[in-house]
T-cell receptor, first 112, second 114 residues
Framework: DSGVTQTPKHLITATGQRVTLRCSPR?????VYWYQQSLDQGLQFLIQ???????AKGNILERFSAQQFPDLHSELNLSSLELGDSALYFC???????????FGEGSRLTVL | AQTVTQSQPEMSVQEAETVTLSCTYD???????LFWYKQPPSRQMILVIR??????QNATENRFSVNFQKAAKSFSLKISDSQLGDAAMYFC???????????FGTGTSLTVIP
């Protein structure tokens, strides 16, 4: 157990819909990262937050947005969903002390 | 920008044998972290091993060890006594000390043959 909690684990929705993925980082971790992994693909960095502020942005579509709340949990909002948005979405958190990313189990999104 | 290259998309190893997965990276930084992550069929990302660049000693975790060659910017993962449970996708990753960004390689898919 990495200590990073993601909900929901699985989500099936239709094209054009909007979903929200939620992430709670490890206790004490201020940084949250979101990644997208399509089937048999590598990890695509979407966005990073540190203590409520956006710190880095990757290849995140305009239809996607995220935020980190004062209690440090984060949400990734995906709107106007397309078939190609079907993927595994990972949240990860990190601490400065040890450097590594701790990943949640991912939210598996299927768009039909 | 830093890049991480895994030149072996697929590898296979016989059970109980040893296999080495390659990773090279490009950076102008002198202090950084390197990681190997394992992603089994469950698709959960699991940290296998980490290496701090300032440490000359290669990291070891049970059957997993690395060969860290800082000058060559190489960071290979050796899996000894391979087990069926080692079958997974393995990702190499880089992070500079104090940096926000993590850079991942494209992954190496490891098959373990019984």
């Amino acid at each position: 157990d990495s200590g990073v909690t993601q909900t929901p684990k699985h989500l099936i929705t239709a094209t054009g819909q909007r979903v929200t993925l939620r992430c709670s980082p490890r206790s004490g971790d201020l940084s949250v990262y979101w990644y997208q992994q399509s089937l048999d693909q590598g990890l695509q960095f979407l966005i990073q937050y540190y203590n409520g502020e956006e710190r880095a942005k990757g290849n995140i579509l305009e239809r996607f947005s995220a935020q980190q709340f004062p209690d440090l949990h984060s949400e990734l909002n995906l709107s106007s969903l397309e078939l190609g948005d079907s993927a595994l979405y990972f949240c990860a958190s990190t601490t400065r002390n040890t450097g590594e990313l701790f990943f949640g189990e991912g939210s598996r999104l299927t768009v039909l | 920008a830093q890049t991480v290259t895994q030149s072996q998309p697929e590898m296979s190893v016989q059970e109980a044998e040893t296999v080495t997965l390659s990773c090279t990276y490009d950076t102008s930084e002198s202090d950084y972290y390197l990681f190997w992550y394992k992603q089994p069929p469950s698709r959960q990302m699991i940290l296998v091993i980490r290496q701090e660049a300032y440490k000359q000693q290669n990291a070891t975790e049970n059957r997993f060890s690395v060969n860290f060659q800082k000058a060559a910017k190489s960071f290979s993962l050796k899996i000894s006594d391979s087990q069926l449970g080692d079958a997974a996708m393995y990702f190499c990753a880089y992070r500079s000390v104090g940096g926000n960004q993590f850079y991942f390689g494209t992954g190496t898919s490891l098959t373990v043959i019984p």
